[in-house]
């Protein structure tokens, strides 16, 4: 079979074989600090995930608790999009949302 082909063809056949079986070296740090990338990401993707259930939830705690009816609901959520937009372009930062209300005894960890 390979002796019909021409000298470039044997070339360019050898060139594709090496290209299939590229193989990676990692060291025990770099492999850590993919796991710790991965493990990090991952809850950052639960936390978004769950926000829409946290707003739901808030959104019920201000009707039920404290009688907000329909205009006062919709401007807190209305408020809760615009900090949240903010948050996104990077113009609000949630350690210093955390430091703000720690100084009123309001403590809240990550990922617990």
């Known amino acids: 079979m390979t002796t019909n082909m021409t000298r ?22 770099q492999m850590d600090e993919m796991k710790k ?10 936390w978004k995930d769950n926000a829409y259930d946290w707003i739901m939830i808030d959104l019920w705690v201000q009707h039920t608790k404290n009688g907000y ?4 609901l919709n401007r807190h959520f209305q408020d809760l ?12 930062n949630i350690g210093e ?12 960890k990550r990922g617990v």
């Open 37 to 46: 990338k991965f493990i990090r990401e991952a809850k950052d993707m639960i």
């Open 8 to 29: 470039a063809e044997r070339r360019r056949a050898a060139r594709e074989q090496k290209k299939k079986k590229a193989t990676y070296t990692l060291t025990m740090e």
């Open 81 to 92: 999009l615009k900090e949240f937009e903010c948050h996104q372009a990077g113009e609000v």
């Open 97 to 108: 949302i955390e430091r703000e209300l720690s100084k009123m005894n309001l403590v809240f």
């Open 69 to 72: 009816g329909s205009k006062r």
